[in-house]
């Protein structure tokens, strides 16, 4: 029964990190925690677990969907894989409970900007690196024609992919939140074309902390393969889901995503 409750929760997760580009895993350790009363190292490592499955599942769909950006999703990674590196190296020198109130304040203020957002933007123009590296792109919509759009401020995305990846080696996250926000606010992205993008980015960043956890013995089988298992089916409806509902309607549960996992950041920070 307990499984089963693991599996149904993480079909859920799965739905929401796919659809939004977050990976499950942001969803995942708040229940595990709060609802199962799972150890958090256990969560944290089952998360990991998680966003791999989540970006192994949704990747191949978008990527046959045409909605990944696959050259700006590599370039990208330089940033983020950089960013984890340096993570590991500064995570025993700051204190959890500032880098929770860091987390949380930021992603409320990203909430409350997004929702400002009302209306899908699009650059008219690209950045003289995403013009030298081709890293505009397109995507199909649902009445079967395609969306261009440009790629602006190349070098603050890389910047917020190197911040992205220190946070997630940091939190035990796959930041797809942050990957999410860089794209869409900073580069002037759709929203489509960034959450899928940042679904192909996040499983690169969390393999990476997940291999550390396996080798400290904090992934527990019982724990790890329902969630994995149920957040690879979640993944796979909500890949299948994205390209029929509206962008807007993703804009805004992506905010209320946003605005409850900020409170309890803020909350487990000043506990």
Known sequence: MYELLLLGTSIGAGFLGSLLGLGGGIIVVPVLTLVFHVNIRYAIAASLISIVATSSGAAASYLKDSLTNLRLAVFLEIGTVTGAIVGFLIASYIKAQFLFLLFGGLLFFSAIMM???????????????????????????????????????????????????????????????????????????????????????????????????????????????????????????????????????????????LAIVSIQMIMKGLS
């Not at 940091?170 to 999410?180: D, R, T």
């Open 115 to 257: 929702l400002r957002k009302r209306e899908e933007h699009f650059s008219g123009h690209n950045h003289p690196w995403a013009e030298k590296l081709r890293l505009d792109g397109s995507y199909p919509d649902a009445k079967g024609g395609w969306i261009h759009y440009k790629v602006e401020h190349v070098p603050l995305g890389l910047f917020a992919m190197f911040g992205a990846g220190i946070l997630s080696a940091l939190l035990g996250i796959g930041s797809g939140i942050f990957k999410v926000l860089a794209m869409d606010g900073a580069m002037k992205m759709p929203i489509k074309a960034s959450s899928a993008t940042s679904n192909f980015m996040i499983g690169v960043t969390a393999s990476a902390s997940a291999g550390a956890y396996l080798l400290k013995g904090d992934i527990r089988p019982e724990i790890a393969s329902p969630v994995a298992v149920g957040i690879i089916i979640g993944s796979f409806i909500g890949a299948k889901m994205m390209v029929k509902i509206p962008a807007v309607r993703i804009r805004q549960i992506f905010v209320v995503v």
